[in-house]
């Protein structure tokens, strides 16, 4: 969705002096505060759990790696949805299950490795096909086993079980790492063909990237990237703002950011998904009542200051499947009530506790709203209890295979549709078997499947009146927003952030401020 300019969005008018990439070239005033003028400084609501590729889908991790240390054989511009070549060339299907990728010659990885054919199936299979159990995985191409190989050293070809029409469109989420790669273990510091490799990562203080001078493309400008972690965005914002920073992520508009605050489309749809197998979340009643609960836009008018839209839906517009038709759920304490003691009296137990987990740091206001929600459930009758978590715990309750005994529990989850199309969003979060889904049916899945086999129209329309039948049927999630993302960012640096930025930003992208000044 492209939205119209925010005021935030109106960036000062300062000229600030900078170091030239260039060699030979001298700054001509290099009062810097003490910091190297050729380092991006970027800070990160929190630090990457790992920094595995195949684990790039993670929001945390793929905000890091994606398309700076490692790259994938094709790339989604993110503006017009296009496919685009990078470590691949070109790609071409030769049967309804099979397509044939063209490896790109003349690369190399970071360590002087010379990229192959046999490193990107290598890197599909690891992917797909290991026992990492790989976000991606899940994620992507819904634990579907694939048949690849390279029959030379610029050819890879890979077979589906069943006739898939998107698949270029699923590579484009597999980040390539040499064939030495660990398929027991997943990496925590990867080797990759990016414009940046790992320089040293200081647990717990900050992580630093260098330019990768054997780079296949153009040379990005900052020599180094060096990433911090707070997980305050009015902290962030402030170190934006006094020159500790050229970039602080996620923070929201009453952080302090002023005119150095860029606002963009957001991909990310925020939602509560619940538990339906578990009592008393295995009565739909129950879960419609935290429907009617659930006040969305006052949650976006009040806590997000109106930056999102109330969601009725999974995905945003934009993305294929979208149906520009349903209405927000009505806010309605008093019909959420009346529906609890209905079940009440069918002996459900509407007082067992249910736990309300949710992550520090994935969104502003993000102990706000949890707080709120709390609150309204419990007005209606419902015994909820707060979990705030860090990453790496809330992800056991965000991702299959969910803890044992852990519960009736509602999950505050932030997702994503950067792919564009529909199956990224049902496969995972709504089929019975979905990586992130913690309910389904057989016959709701078989929708599904059978949505995934179309294209133009008849994929839209199928996949629109899957987001249609959901609520009635499956009521897996209570929708609160599409979000819109705000970006802290230093006058120094040029960079316009997009609906991916928030899982992928690319250092590539972000180069000197046209007004800087240096003597050659």
Same mark, same amino acid.
């Given at each position: ?21 260039a060699?030979?070239c ?16 970027i800070?990160?609501?929190q630090?990457?759990?790992?920094l ?9 991790? #793929?905000v890091?790696?994606r ?9 989604r ?12 060339t070109g790609?071409h299907q030769?049967?309804?299950r099979?397509?044939?990728?063209d490896?790109? +010659?003349g ?6 490795t010379?990229f ?12 797909v ?12 191409f819904g ?15 890979v077979?589906?079980?069943?006739p898939?029409?998107?698949? +270029? ?12 790669t660990?398929?027991?273990?997943k ?7 990016? +414009?940046?490799?790992?320089?040293r ?7 630093v ?7 296949? #493309? ?8 060096e990433y ?28 302090g ?18 538990t ?24 976006v008018?009040?806590?997000?200051r ?8 999974l ?5 294929v499947?979208?149906?520009e ?12 009530r ?6 009440r009296?069918?002996g459900?137990p ?5 736990r ?7 969104f502003?206001?993000?102990?706000e ?10 007005k209606i ?8 978590m ?5 992800l056991?309750?965000?991702l299959?295979?969910?803890p ?5 529990f509602?999950?505050?989850i ?17 089929r019975s ?6 309910y389904?049916t ?10 995934g ?8 329309q199928a996949y629109?009146q ?8 499956i009521?897996?999630?209570a ?30 992208q ?5 007004d ?5």
């Open positions: 969705m492209r939205r119209a300019p925010h005021p935030l969005a109106l960036i000062a008018g300062l000229a600030i002096i900078t170091s030239g990439a060699a030979g001298t700054v001509a005033n290099t009062a810097h505060g003490g910091y190297d003028p050729d380092t991006l400084r800070v990160l609501p630090e990457p759990p790992t595995e590729p195949c684990e790039s889908s993670l929001t945390s991790t #793929g890091v790696v398309s700076n240390i490692t790259e994938p054989l094709i790339e511009d993110p503006q017009t949805g296009d496919l685009l070549p990078l470590l691949a790609w030769t049967s309804p099979e397509w044939t990728f490896i790109r +010659p690369v190399t990885f970071s360590d002087g010379p192959t054919a046999a490193d990107a199936a290598f890197s599909i299979d690891r992917a096909n290991s026992d990492l159990q790989c976000n991606v995985d899940g994620y992507v634990d579907d086993p694939l048949k690849v190989s390279a029959p030379d050293d610029h050819t890879v070809v077979g589906t079980a069943k898939d029409p998107i698949l +270029p469109l699923r590579i484009s989420f597999i980040e390539i790492v040499p064939h030495t660990s398929v027991t273990e990496v925590r510091e990867p080797i990759g063909t990016g +414009p940046y490799a790992i320089e990562w200081e647990y717990g203080q900050k992580l990237l260098h330019r990768n001078e054997r780079y296949w #493309g153009a040379a990005p400008d900052f020599t180094r990237a911090q972690w707070r997980s305050e965005g009015s902290v962030r914002a402030a170190m934006v703002v006094n020159d500790e920073a050229d970039i602080g992520t996620s923070v929201g508009p009453e952080d950011a002023g005119d150095l605050g860029v606002p963009f489309p957001n991909n990310e749809t925020t939602a509560l998904r619940l339906a197998t578990e009592p008393p979340l295995d009565d739909l009643r129950v879960r419609q009542a935290i429907n009617y609960s659930v006040n969305r836009t006052g949650i008018k009040a806590l997000y109106g930056l999102g839209e109330p969601a009725a839906q995905i945003p517009e934009g993305v499947g979208h149906n038709d349903l209405e927000l759920w009505p806010y309605d304490p008093d019909r959420a009346e529906l609890i003691d209905e079940a009296a069918d459900v509407v007082d067992r506790e249910i309300l987990i949710g992550r520090n740091s994935l502003p206001k993000v102990t709203t949890v707080e709120v929600i709390q609150n309204e459930l419990s009758g419902l015994n909820v209890k707060i979990e705030m860090d990453t790496a715990a809330q056991q309750y965000q299959r295979p969910f044992p005994n852990a519960g009736a509602i999950a505050l932030q997702h994503g549709n950067q792919a564009g199309d529909a199956a990224f969003s049902v496969d995972q979060y709504m078997d979905g990586a992130q889904s913690a389904g057989p016959e709701f899945d078989a929708r599904i499947e059978a949505a086999e179309l294209t133009g129209e008849q994929r839209q629109a899957i987001f249609a039948d959901e609520p009635d049927e009521a897996q999630f929708y609160i927003a599409h979000m819109t993302g705000v970006l802290a960012k230093s006058p120094r640096v040029d960079y316009q952030p997009n609906s991916a930025t928030g899982d992928e930003m690319r250092l590539s972000m180069t000197f401020a046209a800087d000044t240096v003597e050659h």
